[in-house]
């Protein structure tokens, strides 16, 4: 688990080769980088799928979106299907829809 100021930090599981990290509290300037090595160590392990669990990020601001585009090139190209789960807050919603991110965002389970 990482952890900084502003109460960032992230949790990985990994389960019949898949990994999700759930991540909690504000991706910006400050923590993006840590949060992009976090996925890169997933990616490294080279599991069929990386789900990013945003159900508790408050926040994401460019920096955060632009780790993810790296993120998910990456994934690509080491054909890894990246993709970002349970996105509640509003404001990462309306980012990711403004700079077209959508494409990221797995859709929800019915119910």
Known sequence: M???GNDFRTAVSRWDG???VAVTGEIDL???AEFENR???CLARRPRRVDLDFAQVSFCDCSGADALERLHRQAEREGVVLKVTDVR???VARLF???GL???VAPRPPG
């Open 2 to 4: 990482a952890v900084n």
């Open 18 to 20: 898949r990994v999700t």
């Open 30 to 32: 400050a923590t993006a």
């Open 39 to 41: 996925v890169k160590e």
């Open 89 to 91: 807050a509003p404001i």
């Open 97 to 99: 829809d403004v700079l």
């Open 102 to 104: 959508t494409e990221l």
